[in-house]
């Protein structure tokens, strides 16, 4: 006779495992378009990042509307960041 335990995972492990890989995948996908393929060096990531500043403001914004979770505020920053990633790329493509 075979004996099975269960295993429960709780909302704390999951939260405490997943917004940070959830923040991460975010960051990503706001970087992963402003990477040449293969053409990437050390300067152009630094202006890449230099130049950025400005998109992170969602998370000053979220702060002086009350928010104060550390996750919520990085998460309302990297939405920021993706969202004007995109916008750029998109005006880039446009040949504006």
Known sequence: MVHRIAIS???PFFNKVNIPLG??????TGVGPLLAWRKTSTESMSAIFVTS???TSGGVIGFFL???EMF?????SLCVFV???V???FYRGAGW
């Open 53 to 55: 500043h400005g998109r």
């Open 87 to 89: 916008v750029q790329e």
């Open 9 to 11: 995972v709780g909302a």
């Open 66 to 68: 009350g928010v104060r």
């Open 72 to 76: 919520a505020l990085i998460c309302f």
């Open 23 to 28: 923040l991460l995948l975010m960051f990503l």
């Open 83 to 85: 969202a004007t990633t």
